[in-house]
């Protein structure tokens, strides 16, 4: 498909607005509310009465002011932040998420529902070298069960009006080597964007229905859709461009939309995750676009999938899909996985034979023919940085 077609296809995954569906959980139909993004506060002021500018960069209407606060004076100094520049900006943003003993169960996560996207707001960049043209499709496969030993697994949360799900994946923290609690997924699987805040109740869980108990609408308890536990977090780090811009459409944000997520077991094992698990991937930062081979794991809900088995797509070499060609161009595989899959990881081998993550699902095509996920440069690198020294 030539690459200007790709603005009528191309849609956030998750963002909050979450999808009804008809199998949506591990109790199969679910009668559940359809939530939306958390909106604007009414009494959030914006910058200059307007959008603002950063770098000569038009940013939307309705940015609260302490959002901006603290930027630097373009997205392209971003690059430049230190640990104490983000520590500096986080601290003005902090992520509350108190723990409610026993909140997720079977019942709440099979209500929650991963997003209906909106079209597009913005076309892709006609730029040759940076828009290419969409990839093969890509058949999603199962992941032979069992899921333990391998480190994805699904985040539920808490959003205005229902509770919503992505996908996700256990990372190596640089400061605790084979002792991580860090989980990478997108941003707009724990922050609504702009004009709104982090999600509630946000936890991961490892190897969900990892035995396949509540498989084919069949219901199940708690311990076997959570056969590791129920991991709250306690710090999540984004890009600011995802808290400033993001919504509910494919755009320049999402060549931004990435998060991580620090978390506690809600039943202290004195284990880690990644000992808890048995696995955790370390994230590639600045690989090689041409030399890559991809392959895409998650939870896709949206028929003819249910949400409750894990999938892959190996979408080898991917192409490029951009929205701003200020930004890093997003890295684009064929792929038929749908909604529920966003967050989930990406992973391609290293040249010492290591398996890493080098990016996580985004956006999708509307007919399910591809997917696209950020490439992680040096924002994604110091957002990492900053969350694995803050503790």
């Given amino acids: 498909m ?6 009528a ?15 949506c959980g591990p ?30 960069l038009t940013l939307p209407s309705g940015i609260p002011t302490s959002l901006l606060e603290g930027l630097p004076t373009s997205w392209d100094d971003l690059r430049k932040w230190k640990f104490e520049d983000w520590d500096k900006w986080a601290s003005k943003h902090v992520f509350n998420n108190p723990v409610v003993k026993d909140f997720w169960n079977p019942d709440k996560m099979g209500d929650s ?7 597009p707001s913005t076309k892709p960049v006609e730029d040759p070298g940076v828009t290419d043209p969409e990839p093969p499709v ?15 697994g699904k985040v539920f949360f808490s959003a205005q009006g229902g509770r919503g799900n992505c996908s996700a994946t256990v990372i190596t923290d640089p400061q605790r080597p084979g002792r991580s609690n860090l989980v990478w997924t997108a941003g707009h699987c724990v922050h609504a964007g702009k004009g709104g805040d982090f999600f509630k109740d946000l936890v991961f869980v490892p190897a969900y229905n990892n035995s396949g108990a509540s498989s084919g609408g069949k219901k199940a308890p708690l ?12 710090q999540v780090s984004t890009s600011p461009q995802w808290m400033v811009e993001g919504g509910g459409s494919g755009d320049a944000a999402n060549q931004y939309d990435f998060a991580i997520m620090r978390v506690h077991n809600q039943n202290d094992t004195g284990k880690s995750l990644e000992e808890t698990v048995g696995a955790a991937v370390p994230v590639w930062f600045d690989a090689p676009r041409d030399k890559l081979g991809v392959s895409a794991i998650g939870y896709p809900l949206y028929k003819p999938f249910d949400g409750q088995e894990l999938y892959k797509c190996d979408g080898g070499k991917p192409t490029r899909l951009s929205f701003d060609p200020k930004r890093p161009s997003m890295l684009t595989i064929g792929c038929t996985m749908t909604q529920g899959a966003s967050g989930g990881g990406w992973f391609a081998t290293m040249p010492d034979g290591k398996t890493a993550l080098v990016s996580n699902t985004s956006i999708g095509t509307q007919d399910h023919t591809s ?14 940085d900053w969350i694995s020294k803050k503790q």
């Fill in 138 to 152: 890509v058949k999603a496969t199962p992941v032979a069960r069992p899921y333990t030993k391998q480190p994805s």
């Fill in 27 to 56: 109790d199969g139909p679910s009668g559940g509310s359809t939530a939306a993004p958390p909106p604007a506060s009414a009494s959030a002021t914006t910058a200059n009465g307007g959008g603002g500018v950063i770098g000569g």
């Fill in 223 to 234: 311990s076997e859709l959570a056969p590791l536990g129920t991991w709250w977090a306690d």
């Fill in 371 to 384: 997917l696209s996920g950020p490439y992680l440069e040096a924002v994604a690198r110091q957002a990492l």
């Fill in 113 to 119: 529902k991963p997003a209906e996207p909106a079209p």
């Fill in 9 to 23: 296809v191309a849609a956030a995954l998750a963002a909050g607005t979450l999808l009804a569906v008809s199998a």
């Fill in 2 to 7: 030539p690459s200007i077609h790709r603005s």
